[in-house]
């Protein structure tokens, strides 16, 4: 990989794409970053750009001398976004910088998906790449639609390679979309929906950097790698690793399902005739409700991906980051 110099990273001001900025910086590379509204720290070896990701002209001038595209921004799943900005985003936003990394003459593309395209994967069921998708809301539609996007081009006569990745349930230092979930349950303010017994799939941040770096070395074009963690948990398991990593329980009370399902959709449509992010919402609920198990057997054979942290070691590093950092 040491040929991949001159990396271009959309989406660099997130979660992910921090750590994966970081990652690249730390192996020598040079990085150009495209950001839209948040600010990202001057460092030596990287240059940061104002745009949007609709911007062709833009991306097509700037992707020019590249070795590789790291396409990560996306439209998240807050309720206050509607669904038109949803797809312009995340499926017409990921048209247009596919097409322009083409034109510009880039030979290799990772971009990254969602696990929401699969939608429900079945009781019982682990999900491999060929598991059919259902994708279930707006934000997982939109991402189905990129995804669909990316593999057109990738099978295409472009000459851009292009590996796409899904995500397991991503946690770490410093993601704030995780936390929310840690903080109620180390504040004991988190009172488990249903059973709990929905199944996904953590991974801890920097093992999905090592699966993606590996996705850009040995990666095939035009396939799916799922990069996920070592182990498919419940996500009653799931909190109550949490739990234990915070030195607390959760307590033994369950709410029922369509009670809560039906308080989500109210206070979703409550709190956004003022523009505001509802407490809960039914984006918030797929997680205990929309099972995702992955299966990285695929990414195993073939990259050579293994994560090295499981879901409790992984939250005890995570929780004692919170507390350095004056988080928790």
């Known amino acids: 990989m040491n040929e991949l110099r001159r990396a271009f990273v959309t989406g660099a001001s997130g979660f992910i794409g921090g750590h994966l900025v970081h990652a690249l910086l730390e192996e020598g590379w040079a990085v150009k970053v495209l950001a839209h509204s948040r600010t990202i720290p001057s460092q030596p070896n990287i240059t940061v750009l104002r745009g949007e990701i609709t911007d062709r002209s833009l991306l097509e001038k700037e992707l020019r001398g590249s070795d590789i595209l790291f396409h990560l ?3 998240l799943g807050a309720s206050l976004i509607g669904e038109e900005e949803f797809y312009r985003i995340n499926a017409e936003g990921t048209g247009v910088v596919l097409a322009a990394a083409e034109a510009a003459g880039i030979k290799r593309v990772i971009h990254f998906s969602s696990a ?3 939608g429900q994967v079945d009781p019982g069921k682990v999900a491999d790449e060929n598991y059919p998708l259902r994708p279930v809301d707006t934000y997982d539609k939109s991402k189905f639609e990129g995804e669909k996007i990316a593999l057109a081009r990738a099978t295409g006569p472009s000459g851009t390679g292009i590996v796409i990745i899904r995500p397991g349930w991503i946690y770490g230092p410093g993601d704030r979309r995780t936390f929310k979930l840690i903080k109620a349950i180390a504040k004991k303010r988190f009172l488990l929906v249903n059973k709990g017994e929905t ?3 953590p991974c801890y941040i920097d093992d999905l950097i090592r699966g993606t770096l590996l996705c850009a070395e040995k990666g095939r074009d035009g396939e799916i790698y799922h990069i996920a963690g070592p182990e498919v948990l419940t996500v009653k398991e799931i909190c109550e690793t949490i739990a234990a990593a915070g ?6 009370i369950r709410l029922p399902l369509w009670p809560i399902r039906l308080a989500a959709w109210k206070l979703g449509l409550l709190y956004r005739l003022f523009r505001k992010e509802a ?5 918030k609920l797929a997680f205990f409700v929309h099972p995702k198990p992955l299966d990285i057997g695929k990414a195993r054979r073939e990259l050579g991906y293994e994560p090295q942290l499981s879901f409790e070691n992984g939250m005890r590093q995570t929780f004692d980051w919170l507390r350095s950092n004056s988080w928790l």
């Open 116 to 118: 929401g395209v699969l």
């Open 199 to 201: 199944l996904q799939t």
């Open 247 to 252: 030195d607390t329980s959760i307590p033994g």
């Open 73 to 75: 921004a996306s439209a």
């Open 279 to 283: 407490p809960l919402t039914m984006g």
